[in-house]
């Protein structure tokens, strides 16, 4: 194994277990994912591209990719996803033949992808806890326990609820912010 092969499966273990509860939580296989050097295509004036092989453009399903640069030193820890297009053989341009695996090559545009937000940050997280431990159902109603005459009062800002405290609150925001 070339030195360029072990620095790229290492990179490729490293990124995915950093990427591996996001993966798991949404179903996606390990083989969905996938370590791309991203260069500036001639072909395509300069646009910022992966080589993607006709095989895996052939998968219809998603990919999700992480760039780098063809050391596989330099990485883009970021998590992309590549949806997939059924109409890649007519979009895309050829790169190359690989003799090796007899299959082409493709540019694909990194445009294409969308960068997937793979943390929660953790003043959302700590939001989302507090929210929790504040709801007293006995003190506030659940939204499932909504009714459309409810939705109506609110909307029209008018205590028609067949519940006093939403009518109380109406009134109360009624002459509040006359």
């Not at 072909?43 to 092989?53: D, E, K, N, Q, Y």
């Not at 059924?86 to 493709?106: A, L, V």
């Not at 806890?129 to 609110?154: G, H, K, N, W």
Request: proline share 3%; aromatic share 10%; glycine share 2%.
């Amino acid at each position: 194994m070339s030195d360029l092969q072990e620095k790229r499966q290492k990179a490729t273990k490293e990124l995915l277990e950093k990427h591996a509860s996001y993966l798991d939580a949404n179903g996606i296989k390990a083989n969905q994912f996938v370590l791309k050097p991203e260069y500036p295509s001639k072909a395509l004036g300069g646009t910022r591209c992966v080589s993607m092989f006709a095989s895996e453009l052939n998968k219809k399903t998603d990919l999700y990719i992480c760039l780098t640069n063809f050391d596989f030193e330099t990485l883009d820890d970021n998590l992309y996803v590549y949806k997939h297009n059924p109409h890649w053989k007519e979009e895309y341009t050829t790169n190359q033949f690989i003799e090796k695996i007899q299959d082409y090559t493709y540019n694909v545009p990194t445009e294409l992808m969308q960068r997937v937000e793979t943390t929660v940050k953790a003043s959302t997280q700590q939001k989302l806890e507090l929210d929790v431990q504040f709801i007293d159902t006995d003190q506030d109603a659940m939204m499932e326990s909504l009714t459309i005459r409810d939705l109506a009062a609110i909307m029209m800002k008018a205590p028609l609820s067949k519940k006093t405290w939403l009518n109380s609150m109406i009134d109360q925001a009624r002459t509040h912010y006359k």
